[in-house]
């Protein structure tokens, strides 16, 4: 069954920061396009970073400069490194892969980052 599991959420001091890990297991992340969603209580999930078709990377204008994309495929997994936190950047964030071609998307459950003083 294809999943992907996403961890290394936690709370962080302001300005710390935070490595997440998406890992993939019953498919291989060359045949997707892979991305970071963030959902913040009472707020619209919004995209964070994604890496598009041909290598390209995208990324919410707020996390420009201190979020970084990354895949490896050897291991199936992507990463979301995450510097210089702030309160705002608090949210449930989940990864997904998408076929190249297109069609269904698959969601991890989430991880929850909380950035606190």
Known sequence: QA???ESGGGLVQPGGSLRLSCAASGMRFTNYAVAWYRQAPGKQRELVAAILRGGGTQYLD?????FSITRD???DTTYLQMNGLKPDDTAVYYCSATPWNGG???WGQ????TVSS
Request: hydrophobic share 30%; proline share 0%.
């Open 3 to 5: 999943q992907l599991v």
């Open 62 to 66: 707020s996390a420009k400069g201190r």
């Open 73 to 75: 495929n050897r291991i």
């Open 104 to 106: 269904y998307t698959y």
């Open 110 to 113: 989430g991880t929850q980052v």
